[in-house]
């Protein structure tokens, strides 16, 4: 079994930064494919950024150029660097992991998610 806590969430003015953290751990390897998703009030869950096991990574065109997923092979943690922060990016944020990049659909495991609030 895999087990994903997230933490670094909090609330940020516009322009601002965070750093969201995800801490595998159980039965998970590098060749995992590790994503995060995050979900807004009244909106669908939307797949933000996703790094596959050769550290290919890529965005939602949303965040693209904002965003970094980078992953802490030692130290089993997964992160999102999040600069220049918007309104729009308020949403509760969860960490994925499935054994390789197949779309999401079947043996995932999810964290409990972390919320960032943006204000304007």
């Known amino acids: 079994q895999v087990q994903l806590v997230e933490s670094g969430g909090g609330s940020v003015q516009t322009g601002g930064s965070l750093r969201l953290s995800c801490a595998a751990s159980?039965?998970?390897?590098?060749?995992?494919?590790m994503g995060w998703f995050r979900h807004a009030a009244g909106k669908e869950r939307e797949e933000v950024a996703v790094?596959?096991?050769?550290?290919?990574?890529t965005y939602a065109d949303s965040v693209k150029g904002r965003f970094t997923i980078s992953k802490d092979y030692a130290k089993n943690t997964l992160y999102l660097q999040m600069n220049t922060l918007k309104p729009e990016d308020t949403a509760m944020y969860y960490c994925?992991?499935?054994?390789?990049?197949?779309?999401?659909?079947?043996?995932?495991?999810w964290g409990q998610g972390t919320h960032v609030t943006v204000s304007s």
């Open positions: 994925a992991a499935e054994p390789e990049c197949m779309g999401w659909v079947e043996y995932v495991t």
């Open positions: 159980g039965h998970i390897y590098s060749s995992f494919c």
């Open positions: 790094i596959d096991s050769d550290g290919l990574a």
